[in-house]
């Protein structure tokens, strides 16, 4: 079946950048919306940027001017590019598809493993 597979996590001095990926595997038709989530340690998973099929992007307040979100549809393929980074960026970042076309069928709702960011002061 499908699989999201994500990179680039790590760890950064704050003010430095990071840029995650998340590939999609198999043969794929088309991919629907995909979504950026992260989730700190104790706290709810928040909603950090959206990408639809035609490349329109909605960032979360508390990342907006810092994140862009961007796709590659001939690589199957979201970015998130993470520049002046803080303390408070710390988390393990996944990616979300809302639906994903392929030979082996539609499939809905597929999330990444999960990449861990942690930024140091």
């Known amino acids: 079946q499908v699989q999201l597979v994500e990179s680039g996590g790590g760890l950064v001095q704050a003010g430095g950048s990071l840029r995650l990926s998340c590939a999609a595997s198999g043969i794929i038709f088309s991919i629907g919306a995909m979504r950026w989530y992260r989730q700190a340690p104790g706290k709810q998973r928040e909603l950090v940027a959206t990408?639809?099929?035609?490349?329109?992007?909605n960032i979360a307040n508390s990342v907006k001017g810092r994140f862009t979100v961007s796709r590659d549809n001939a690589k199957n393929t979201v970015y998130l590019q993470m520049n002046s980074l803080n303390v408070e960026d710390t988390a393990v970042y996944y990616c979300n598809a809302e639906t994903i076309a392929t030979s082996r069928g539609a499939f809905s709702n597929l999330w990444g493993q999960g990449t861990q960011v942690t930024v140091s002061s």
């Open positions: 990408i639809t099929q035609g490349h329109s992007t």
